[in-house]
């Protein structure tokens, strides 16, 4: 499948985007030891739960101790965005067998989304798209999980004076405006970014649920009011 030029056009879309992929990937494993996860802990994390938003938002809830139901709801609903991904690529993947299927769930992301619906927005099935969808999740996949382990395992010796968490900011903030592209979605993030500021007085980092559920009730009160047209994504 490498070979195929679908394989290389999709690695090559998520070349631009890998840089700010991989600083958000050294930012996560470095913040994984520092909040006190051991090595194999923090490795075992990134390589099984491969979500760097859930990620960043159960550390703080980890290293503060919180209760293990607000770290599943918090995971849990930072991680909401990929049933809709999921319900849109069922539209071209739902024929394939159950095993590929979830080897496709595994390596799914934001980007690869984005990537994937620009080039293909009619929603159905064609050969040319698993070459594609394997060429970007697979650059992204190392894009991500290179940085991280070396973070991870150079985290002792990464002073916190090198400000890695205001450029893990920059690059998360950079991520999340190439998926606002359209007004619906830049409400509900505007909505989310504050909820999440006026909600920060709450313990357990329970502004980031409140932001997320506040985020998800605008989508869908926009999504109601003014319905986009059959085809898009």
Same mark, same amino acid.
């Given at each position: 499948?490498?070979?195929?030029?679908?394989?290389?056009?999709?690695? !090559?879309?998520?070349?631009?985007?890998?840089?700010?992929?991989?600083?958000?990937?050294?930012?996560?494993?470095?913040?994984?030891?520092?909040?006190?996860?051991?090595?194999?802990?923090?490795?075992?994390?990134?390589?099984?739960?491969?979500?760097?938003?859930?990620?960043?938002?159960?550390?703080?809830?980890?290293?503060?101790? &919180?209760?293990?139901?607000?770290?599943?709801?918090?995971?849990?609903?930072?991680?909401?965005?990929?049933?809709?991904?999921?319900?849109?690529?069922?539209?071209?993947?739902?024929?394939?067998?159950?095993?590929?299927?979830?080897?496709?769930?595994?390596?799914?992301?934001?980007?690869?989304?984005?990537?994937?619906?620009?080039?293909?927005?009619?929603? !159905?099935?064609? @050969?040319?798209?698993?070459?594609?969808?394997?060429?970007?999740?697979?650059?992204?996949?190392?894009?991500?999980?290179?940085?991280?382990?070396?973070?991870?395992?150079? &985290?002792?010796?990464?002073?916190?004076?090198?400000?890695?968490?205001? &450029?893990?900011?920059?690059?998360?903030?950079?991520?999340?405006?190439?998926?606002?592209?359209?007004?619906?979605?830049?409400?509900?993030?505007?909505? &989310?970014?504050?909820?999440?500021?006026?909600?920060?007085?709450? @313990?357990?980092?329970?502004?980031?649920?409140?932001?997320?559920?506040?985020?998800?009730?605008?989508?869908?009160?926009?999504?109601?009011?003014? @319905?986009?047209?059959?085809?898009? @994504?």
């Amino acid at each position: 499948m490498w070979r195929d030029p679908e394989f290389k056009r999709g690695a !090559r879309e998520m070349a631009a985007i890998s840089l700010g992929i991989s600083a958000w990937g050294l930012v996560t494993g470095v913040a994984m030891v520092k909040s006190g996860l051991s090595i194999w802990l923090a490795l075992l994390m990134s390589f099984v739960v491969f979500a760097g938003s859930s990620q960043l938002a159960a550390l703080p809830l980890i290293a503060s101790g &919180a209760p293990l139901w607000v770290l599943w709801a918090t995971a849990f609903c930072v991680n909401l965005r990929f049933v809709i991904f999921s319900a849109q690529w069922r539209m071209y993947f739902g024929h394939l067998p159950l095993l590929r299927r979830m080897s496709i769930g595994y390596f799914a992301a934001d980007l690869n989304y984005v990537a994937f619906l620009k080039r293909w927005p009619e929603g !159905r099935p064609a @050969p040319e798209q698993q070459p594609y969808y394997w060429g970007g999740v697979s650059l992204n996949w190392l894009a991500w999980q290179v940085p991280s382990v070396a973070g991870i395992l150079l &985290a002792e010796r990464v002073p916190t004076e090198w400000g890695l968490g205001f &450029a893990g900011v920059l690059a998360l903030l950079g991520l999340a405006c190439s998926l606002l592209h359209d007004r619906k979605s830049w409400v509900s993030g505007a909505v &989310a970014g504050c909820a999440a500021v006026a909600a920060y007085g709450l @313990p357990l980092r329970l502004n980031i649920l409140v932001a997320i559920a506040a985020a998800v009730a605008m989508g869908l009160l926009m999504e109601h009011s003014f @319905p986009e047209k059959r085809g898009r @994504p």
